[in-house]
């Protein structure tokens, strides 16, 4: 779905990115060593939340993807456990970001009330 709309050298575009920063972040505040794709996964799943943005609107499955997804992560990193949830965070922020960013012009315009 996501290739389909953003197109694969994008995608990797966003992929390389996201790997990048939350490796950068992560080798910055922490210690331990970062393995996994899951900051590319919660990237996907904000940005397939963005798919539907409609003049100037947030839509509601970003809200709420957004709440559920983040709010989970920023919960369970009360917890000690062995999981990078701040690759998690980061990578659905970024993925809104690009979501916003690659959206199309004319789905950018703010239109007043």
């Known amino acids: ?3 389909e709309k953003y197109g ?3 995608l990797l575009f966003m992929m390389c990115v996201t790997s990048v920063i939350t490796a950068v972040i992560n080798a910055l505040l922490f210690t331990h060593g970062l393995c996994g794709a899951s900051g590319i996964v919660f990237m ?3 940005l397939a939340s963005c798919g539907n943005i ?3 609107k947030i839509p509601v499955t970003l809200i ?3 709440f559920a997804y983040i ?3 920023l919960i369970d990193s009360l917890g000690h456990d062995n999981i990078s949830q701040l690759s998690h965070i980061l990578g659905g922020l ?3 970001g690009f979501g ?3 959206a199309p012009a004319e789905n950018k315009k703010i239109t007043p009330y």
């Open 8 to 10: 694969s050298k994008r």
């Open 54 to 56: 409609k003049e100037g």
């Open 100 to 102: 916003f960013y690659f």
């Open 1 to 3: 779905m996501l290739e």
């Open 44 to 46: 996907f799943i904000l």
């Open 64 to 66: 709420l993807a957004g």
């Open 71 to 73: 709010g989970k992560e």
């Open 94 to 96: 970024i993925g809104a």
